[in-house]
């Protein structure tokens, strides 16, 4: 048995677990990274269009702060997320994004003087303020109040990504390639660590840790299509799953993007829209105000996916041989600003559509692109019911998005969850012992020996691909974009009998070293156990919030379900996982619910809302002094760790 | 469009230092082309209806992180996932980029 000991073990090699290891490594404690790839192709490299961080520097960023970035999120959300962690989110960003201008990351600068951009479809010349001139710049995204979103071009994941990464190999960080976590080691309600298949040679071997963070990114190809990288298979949420122990949060909350090209279904960022660019249907028509006159194309996304589904419905759609899309147009923002802040976009249109988006229209759709949903965490990002397991970025549900992320949040939440889980995983190191008996480690060595063991000599069986196939397409005909109960019963259904089959997964290529098809074999059930989270949890969720939007129940429905689906998989026998809830306390929200201002307020309301609303003004009345940082003390204490807990300065306004 | 559909030829270069006694060698699959078909569709497609031996490396499939690195046909290399089939020609060849040691080959 091949046992690795370490301090901080991290499952994932992208911008939240590098991050996370980082901080770990400069607290002086020993450090893995677990990848099954060359860690600067990580999906982060992927992110397009930019991270949300108030820096108010940009002119029509003036006037934003942690507060406004607060109140953005929140109501993105559908009031789903954890404000304590949005709170320590929004006032982290800042730090975050300076600390990787210090690391390196070339981000777009302001230019003071005049600049043209196109607003609304029309030309308008704006003023950057000469004193700026040099400071961070931020374009505009859906569902924000100011332009936040700063960027490098359209490939700000890329060079955020390759900036953690120099930084990890500066720390000396080893970053163990080519290796896949295939279960955790757990007992009494504690992990040590995880037990690991490498993928070249086929050893199974047990990393054992005080700490282990699961960064492995999102679950978008449970889905037939989606813009997510092949290996966003949520694999390391799976393993969480599999421990009977960890609990999932909000697997139903699956975000769907507006404009990823078809049929292929890369992505093409929200920053076209943000930079001006509009959606027409068949008849050149641009549609989207007149169902949301306010925000337009860049109201939220899950707001834009739904008016883009309805349009087609409405027979709007452009007919091709891949089904029905629609337009997105940034010819009217022109070559050099095309060639210049969205030049992935443009390369993305040569290659894979054979177009030239200068001058001609993208076919777009809205498409699988983001896990709300994820290993559930508090706001240290450990596991409230197995400690020593945390999890940090796309695959927590440390739930700053709740049921619908806004464009930029997603990188920062990799960075920002970086850092401060970092910092939580670093004091879990310092004060805990590693008490685990040998005999356990071999114990979970065991199981998943014979795990491979008995796909590799079973003769007749089911094919893994086969299995895969059948279950990303029900995802995608019944647990898309609208949902209804019957559609979401049948998917249940049909998933549980593709989990019963995968139990019997037989292989053509059996050889325990180096083999696509053996990997497929493991990844396979546990996909469709992390399907039947999602579909269960969407068929019980009756509700519409944010991304979850059911045709049965249009309205949101604060009295019954302000509240976050916890999953666990306690028995392996069984083909569903146990479904229970955890309220939302509007008694200690900062931001109570109220409405998002897209199409009719049909909300159901919570009988706290009111009380604490008026509660909140007696705080304030109580304290005429307290400035804006005395208010979130008073209404959002949170656990900020204390060297992130200064306040971020800003040109024009200083600290305040 | 079915009429027209080509039947491509891939050889493909295998060779898996990990299996006792394997030797290097060119290998060759048959697949009928689909419209739009890039060599990432199909090559998966050969590793799920043919042969599930067939290594090779996709992560973003969107030209973005570059794990796809091959030599396709006359010797260049390019990123398999945005070289479309109907570029090189039917008879396709992938072989793994010079300078990669054995143990990544054909990746």
């Not at chain 1, 994932?12 to 860690?39: C, E, H, K, N, Y």
């Not at chain 1, 003071?112 to 479809?121: A, K, M, Q, S, Y």
């Not at chain 1, 919570?606 to 509660?615: G, N």
């Amino acid at each position: 048995m091949k046992v690795i000991y370490t301090d901080s073990l991290v499952i994932g090699g992208g911008l939240a677990g590098l991050r996370v290891a980082i901080a770990s490594m400069q607290r002086g404690f020993d450090t893995i990274v677990l990848s099954l790839i060359p860690a600067k192709r990580s999906h982060s490299a992927a992110a397009q269009g930019g991270m949300q961080a108030s820096l108010g520097a940009c002119v029509k960023g003036d006037g934003d702060d942690e507060d406004v970035h607060f109140g953005d999120t929140v109501k993105g959300s559908d009031w789903g997320c954890d404000q304590d962690v949005a709170r320590m989110f929004v006032n982290t960003a800042p730090k975050a994004i300076r600390q990787l201008a210090a690391w390196g990351v070339p981000w777009s600068r302001v230019r003071g003087g005049d600049r043209e951009v196109i607003i609304n479809g029309e030309k308008v010349t704006i003023t950057e303020k000469h004193e700026a001139h040099g400071l961070i710049s931020a374009r505009d995204f859906g569902g924000t109040k100011k332009w936040r979103t700063c960027f490098t071009s359209d490939g700000t994941g890329h060079t955020m990504l390759y900036a953690m990464d120099n930084k990890a190999i500066q720390l000396g960080i080893p970053v163990h390639e080519r290796k896949e976590a295939v279960a955790l080691i757990h007992e009494d309600g504690v992990c040590y660590g995880a037990i690991v298949r490498d993928l070249i040679t086929g050893e199974l071997i047990a990393y054992v840790a005080k700490a282990t963070t699961i960064a492995t990114g999102g679950y978008g190809r449970l889905y037939a299509v989606s813009t997510n990288a092949v290996i966003s298979e949520g694999i390391g949420t799976a393993i969480a799953l599999e421990t009977g122990v960890a609990a999932l949060g909000n697997m139903e909350a699956v975000q769907f993007h507006p404009t990823a090209i078809v049929p292929v279904g890369i992505l093409t960022t929200e920053g076209c829209r943000g930079d001006g660019g509009l959606l027409l249907d068949k008849d050149g028509y641009r549609f989207m105000p007149d169902y949301e006159p306010d925000k337009k194309e860049l109201a939220s996304r899950d707001v834009v996916s739904r008016r883009m589904t309805e349009h087609m419905r409405k027979g709007k759609g452009v007919p091709s041989p891949y089904g029905d899309h629609l337009w997105l147009d940034i010819t009217l923002l022109g070559r050099k600003h095309i060639e210049k802040n969205l030049r992935e976009v443009k390369e993305i249109c040569e290659y894979f559509l054979g177009i030239d988006p200068v001058k001609e229209y993208i076919p777009v759709r809205p498409t699988q692109h983001y896990s709300m949903g994820g290993v559930r965490t508090n706001a240290t990002g450990e596991s409230p019911t197995l400690k020593g397991l945390f999890s940090a970025g796309e695959a927590a549900c440390w739930d700053m998005h709740g049921f619908n992320r806004l464009g930029g949040n997603s990188v920062a939440e990799t960075v920002v969850a970086g850092m401060i889980v970092g910092e939580f995983v670093a004091d879990y190191c310092e004060t805990s012992s590693l008490n685990v008996s040998t005999s356990t480690i071999e114990h979970f060595v065991k199981r998943e020996e014979k795990k491979i063991a008995d796909l590799l000599v079973r003769d007749y069986g089911e094919n893994p691909y086969e299995l895969k196939a059948e279950m990303q397409q029900i995802m995608m005909d019944k647990v898309g974009i609208f949902r209804n109960g019957p559609h979401l019963e049948q998917a249940v259904e049909e998933l549980q009998v593709l989990n019963q089959r995968a139990r019997s997964i037989a292989l053509r290529n059996r050889i325990s070293s180096s083999n696509p098809e053996l990997v497929e074999a493991i990844r396979v059930p546990k996909m469709i156990k992390l399907a039947l989270c999602v579909a269960y949890g969407a068929m019980l969720r009756t509700e519409s919030r944010g991304a979850h939007a059911r045709e049965d129940y249009p309205e949101r429905n604060d009295r019954d379900w302000l509240k976050r689906t916890l999953t666990i998989w306690p028995d392996e026998s069984a083909d569903l996982p146990d479904v229970s809830y955890e309220d939302l306390d509007v008694m200690k929200m900062e931001m109570p619910p109220g409405s998002r201002g897209y199409g009719v307020d049909n909300t159901i309301l919570h009988p706290d809302t009111e009380k604490r609303i008026a509660e909140i003004e007696e705080i304030k009345k109580a304290n005429p002094k307290a400035d804006r940082f005395a208010l979130h003390q008073l209404l959002n204490p949170t656990p900020i760790p204390e060297k992130f807990k200064g306040k971020n300065e800003r040109i024009g306004r200083g600290y305040k | 469009m079915d009429d027209q559909a080509r039947v491509l030829k891939f050889q493909i270069f295998r060779y898996n230092p990990q299996k006792k006694g394997d030797k290097p060698r060119m290998v060759t699959y048959e697949i009928t082309e689909a419209p739009g078909m890039t060599i990432f569709i199909a090559l998966n497609e050969i590793r799920e209806t043919q042969d599930p031996s067939l290594q090779f490396d996709f992560v973003c499939r969107a030209g973005i992180c570059g794990s796809c690195a091959m030599v396709i046909t006359c010797g260049q290399p390019d990123l398999a996932c945005r070289t479309p089939t109907a570029a090189p020609g039917r008879e396709i060849k992938s072989l793994p980029l010079p300078g990669f040691n054995s143990s990544e080959i054909c990746r």
